[in-house]
C-alpha cells in the first residue's frame, strides 16, 4: 500500500520570502501522479501542482515549484515570494495510475505567512 | 459551472440518529469520490463512484455506512447509528471524463455527533 508523509506539521514565512514544504512517498509503482493541494481556512481544497512520475522535468506554476526526486522518494514544495493568501494548510497527495484515481493524501502542513 | 457542492455544511446530531449528506458533482464529471478528515489531518478515501456503479469502497466505510449515485449524477452519503467517533469533514470530490486527473473538492459537510 501507498503512503504519504508530511514531516512538517507548521512552517511559518515572511511576506516576500521562500518557503518550502517537504513530502515523502512510498510506492512500489513506477507509474503515479503526485500533487500538492492547498486548503484554506473554512474553504475548499484546490489544486496547486501536479507532477507525473514520468517526467524528469520539476512542476512549476507560476510562484509553485518542486522539486521531484523519484529514487528518494520526495516531493517538496517551494513557494517563491510568499503571500498572505498563500496561509493555508497544503497536503502532498499520490494517486496511482492503474486505480480508481482515488488520492492517497500526507497529514499536512499548516503554512502561516508573516506580514 | 458552479463547481462542487455539498449539503448541509453543517450538521450536528445524537449519537444514534441517522444522518444523510448530498454532493452535487460538475455536471459532465462522471468520476465521483468520498474522503473523511478528521481535525488536522489529511483526507482519507472512503468511496469512488464512476457514472451511477460504486467501484471501491475503502475499509473506513463500515457497514453503518452506505453511498450511492442514482442516474450517475448527484450522490448521498448516510451514515446509520451514528457515534462520536463519526464526527469529521466529509468530503466530496468529482472529476471528469476526459482522463483528468484533477480532483474538484467540494466545501465539504462537517458532522458532529454529540
Known amino acids: 500500500a501507498q503512503t504519504v508523509t508530511q514531516s512538517q506539521p507548521e512552517m511559518s514565512v515572511q511576506e516576500a520570502e521562500t518557503v518550502t514544504l517537504s513530502c515523502t512517498y512510498d510506492t512500489s509503482e513506477s507509474d503515479y501522479y503526485l500533487f500538492w493541494y492547498k486548503q484554506p481556512p473554512s474553504r475548499q481544497m484546490i489544486l496547486v501542482i501536479r507532477q507525473e512520475a514520468y517526467k524528469q522535468q520539476n512542476a512549476t506554476e507560476n510562484r509553485f515549484s518542486v522539486n521531484f526526486q523519484k529514487a528518494a522518494k520526495s516531493f517538496s514544495l517551494k513557494i517563491s515570494d510568499s503571500q498572505l493568501g498563500d496561509a493555508a494548510m497544503y497536503f502532498c497527495?499520490?494517486?496511482?495510475?492503474?486505480?480508481?484515481?482515488?488520492?492517497?493524501f500526507g497529514q499536512g502542513t499548516t503554512l502561516q505567512v508573516k506580514p | 459551472d458552479t463547481g462542487v457542492s455539498q449539503d448541509p455544511r453543517h450538521k450536528i446530531t445524537k449519537r444514534g440518529q441517522n444522518v444523510t449528506f448530498r454532493c452535487d458533482p460538475i455536471s459532465e464529471h462522471n468520476r465521483l469520490y468520498w474522503y473523511r478528515q478528521t481535525l488536522g489531518q489529511g483526507p482519507e478515501f472512503l468511496t469512488y463512484?464512476?457514472?451511477?456503479?460504486?467501484?471501491?469502497k475503502s475499509r473506513l466505510l463500515s457497514d453503518r455506512f452506505s453511498a450511492e449515485r442514482p442516474k450517475g449524477s448527484f450522490s448521498t452519503l448516510e451514515i446509520q447509528r451514528t457515534e462520536q467517533g463519526d464526527s469529521a469533514m466529509y468530503l466530496c470530490a468529482s472529476s471528469g471524463r476526459d482522463g483528468s486527473y484533477e480532483q474538484y473538492f467540494g466545501p465539504g459537510t462537517r458532522l458532529t455527533v454529540t
Open positions: 463512484f464512476q457514472n451511477e456503479a460504486q467501484l471501491e
Open positions: 497527495a499520490y494517486r496511482s495510475v492503474w486505480n480508481t484515481g482515488k488520492l492517497i
